[in-house]
C-alpha cells in the first residue's frame, strides 16, 4: 500500500484529486489513504467526517494534523457565528444611542421653533 499512498500523494501534489478521489473511494483502509481522500474531496461535510477518521487513527502520521485542522475549523465556525466586535457594541448600547438620537432631535426642533418665535 506505500506505493499507492505514494502514487497518489504525488498525484494530488499534482493538482489530480478526482485520480485520488476514485482510486481510494471505498478502499480507503487506514490514516494516510483516508488523509488523501480528505485532501481531495471538495465537499466539506465529507472532508470533516474524512479527518475525524484520520483522528481516529492515533499512531498515525497524520493523525495530529487533522485534529488541529478540526479544532480550527470549530473555532472558524464558532467565530463566524458571532457578530463583529462594533455590532456588539452597537447592539449593547441601542437605549443609549436612541436615547442620544432623539435628544438631538429635540434640540434642533427646539433651536428651529425658538429660531423662528425669536425671529432669528
Keep these: 500500500m506505500d506505493g499507492l499512498v505514494e502514487e497518489l500523494s504525488r498525484d494530488l501534489f499534482e493538482g489530480n484529486r478526482s485520480k485520488v478521489e476514485a482510486r481510494l473511494k471505498g478502499q480507503a483502509s487506514g490514516g494516510q489513504e483516508f488523509?488523501?481522500?480528505?485532501?481531495?474531496?471538495?465537499?466539506?461535510?465529507?472532508?470533516?467526517?474524512?479527518?475525524?477518521?484520520?483522528?481516529?487513527?492515533?499512531?498515525?502520521?497524520?493523525?495530529?494534523?487533522?485534529?488541529?485542522?478540526?479544532?480550527?475549523?470549530?473555532?472558524?465556525?464558532?467565530?463566524?457565528?458571532q457578530l463583529p466586535g462594533w455590532q456588539q457594541w452597537l447592539l449593547s448600547r441601542r437605549r443609549l444611542l436612541v436615547g442620544l438620537a432623539l435628544a438631538i432631535v429635540m434640540i434642533c426642533a427646539l433651536v428651529l421653533v425658538g429660531g423662528a418665535i425669536l425671529g432669528i
Design 35 to 81: 488523509w488523501l481522500l480528505a485532501a481531495s474531496t471538495e465537499d466539506y461535510d465529507t472532508r470533516q467526517e474524512l479527518l475525524q477518521r484520520v483522528a481516529s487513527f492515533r499512531t498515525q502520521p497524520y493523525a495530529r494534523l487533522a485534529e488541529d485542522i478540526l479544532e480550527r475549523e470549530a473555532r472558524y465556525a464558532a467565530e463566524m457565528a
